[in-house]
């Protein structure tokens, strides 16, 4: 299995698919590859992925991302990347790889259910919200695609259970697509460390939410913040907003005026 997420360089001599497109494919335990696919690649985690596999773990994200992700870095962007992390033993499998196949098939990563189907985004432009572009990989060693289901992207997306997921993390889309990255605008450090503990490390930002004056700094209502502190797919949800705020300064939160009501009386 090869990462799903990819940046359009990587369509070159790629079959696209719109979302009607058509292909075939079928895995399973009964193929010769099965497995084989689970080991030395770089697939690359959404925040949901990371939310979800932590809490299956019984883990913060804190120490999730600690133990099982590497960080890498766009190019063009300095977009931080979080990418599961392989075994350091012979053939670098993944951690999640057992004998009957994956351990955490049902919070397997959004790549792992997208393949055989990759994903480009294309760069923010003026005016256009970018649309994805989805292609098909091809790879030698999965013989997935010998004489399996007929499939569109639609109903494979469907059945993977990633129309769900998409819409949690339609916010993480804008951030990663923001305006404020037309003209080759990068992330500073400073940035990237925001980025990563807002979408990548929820159970740090929920402490920077209710364990700093935050609520005092941000008019949000009490009972959205009681939403909040109980459900971590709202939170993170309000996260992608707060980042745009944080990085991009989009008024997508106010802030409350500094000072009122907190002068030293005569
Ligand atoms: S998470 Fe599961 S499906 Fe994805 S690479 Fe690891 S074992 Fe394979
Ligand atoms: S069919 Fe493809 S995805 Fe399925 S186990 Fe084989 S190589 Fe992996």
């Known amino acids: ?16 698919l719109g979302e009607d497109g058509h292909f075939q494919f079928h895995c399973g335990p009964e193929l010769a590859c099965f ?4 080991a030395d690649i770089n697939i690359i985690l959404t925040p949901l ?48 790889v057992g004998p009957h196949g994956c ?19 294309p760069p923010a432009r003026a ?3 970018p649309e994805p572009l ?12 010998e004489g399996g289901t007929d499939w569109t992207v639609a109903r494979w997306r469907r059945d993977q259970g990633v129309i769900e997921r998409d819409r949690i ?18 992330l500073d450090p400073r940035r990237q460390e925001v980025f990563l503990m807002a979408c990548y490390d929820l159970d740090r930002f929920r402490e920077f939410v209710f364990e700093s004056s935050f609520l005092k700094r941000f008019e949000i209502d009490p009972e959205e913040a009681a939403t909040y502190a109980r459900d971590d797919e709202a939170l993170l949800a309000f996260a992608f907003r707060w980042t ?4 991009f300064g989009e008024p997508t939160l106010t802030a409350r005026p500094i000072g009122v009501g907190s002068g030293r009386k005569r």
């Open 1 to 16: 299995m090869n990462t799903a997420v990819e940046t359009p360089h990587c369509l070159e001599g790629r079959k696209t």
């Open 35 to 38: 497995n084989t696919c689970c």
């Open 49 to 96: 992925d990371v939310l979800r596999l932590a809490r299956h773990l019984q883990m913060t994200t804190t120490l999730f991302r600690a133990r099982h992700t590497v960080t890498l870095q766009t190019k063009d962007l300095q977009l931080p990347v979080v990418a599961l992390k392989m075994e350091e033993s012979a053939g670098h499998p993944c951690p999640f």
């Open 103 to 121: 351990r955490v098939y049902d919070e397997r990563p959004w790549a792992c259910r997208m393949y055989p189907i990759g994903l480009a985004m």
């Open 127 to 129: 005016g256009q919200p």
């Open 134 to 145: 989805y292609f098909l990989f091809e790879d030698g060693f999965c013989h997935g695609r």
């Open 169 to 186: 993390e339609r916010g993480f889309r804008k951030l990663v697509t923001h305006p404020w990255f037309i003209g080759g605008r990068k």
């Open 244 to 247: 745009r705020f944080a990085l």
